[in-house]
DNA sequence: GTTTAATAGGGTTAAAATAGTCCTATTTAA
DNA sequence: TTAAATAGGACTATTTTAACCCTATTAAAC
């Protein structure tokens, strides 16, 4: 159906929201799932990704939390994206050819890549900053 | 995940399919099925949706099966996702309203939304006759 | 008229993907 | 030592997608 998961659109917006509190100030889950309204444990999940990814750091321990890892001009949402939903394959046989019946006749291979790529071009348009002006207006 | 639906897949083949069969051959499913290698219940489903869209036109009954319903050049991949899958919703707030939890208070709808419409341009930039010669070579 | 080969489509089941929860371990400030 | 946090494995529930089954309708051929 051509639709972002949830955990994508939940790290977007914890992504954006340590934006707006700039690089140094540490954040726990349970704050942002408050502040911004959704579950903690599953946004906890979306965090280790983007953790695991370079894109937040993380402190442990008690006064522990996350921060963002790197400066927000360097992260696009593809990056976010690829940390959360790993590499795009908008049609099947790009995740494995045995997923498809009819992977040795098939044309529209080339097609299908090229538009793949053009969607990640879109995604890779936009950093957190370019993102974040736009919200603020 | 940002990926295609089985249908779509089946339906765009189908189409291209027909597409080299010429405006007036009558196909049957059964045929097409064969021919690409795929089930021919699902296939059915996706040609009953591509009809009511006309962009396939029926003739039922024996001797009966499908035709292209427009020309070449005036089909265009959006139109057959359309036909197919329903209007595209990128994140779930697109579906309906109450599918998010942070609807009133979420800063991304707007960007979002013209990511969208990026992405359907870029689909409806390849219309069949497009697709044909870059299938073709 | 009857048979046969096709589309049309409702309804149900099966499989896969996504979302969400639970539990335990580890870390570190107080 | 306690408490508050991240880390992450394992499990369950929900939703979506894919596939299948069955019956009706249509129209050519006989």
Redesign the interface.
Known sequence: ??????KF?YG??AV?YLATKGLGRVVTVKEMADE???SQEFLSKAMQSLKRAGIAASVQGVKGGYTLGKAIDEVT?ADI?LAI?GK?????CGVKADRC??FS????R??MNT?QH??QA??AA?TIHS?LK??EG
């Open positions: 159906m051509l639709q972002v998961s949830r659109e977007l917006h954006t911004i309204g959704f949402v994206a939903e795009p394959h908008l049609v099947r019946e009819i006749s098939c044309h529209h080339g097609y538009l053009k969607i879109l995604l936009t993102l736009e919200i």
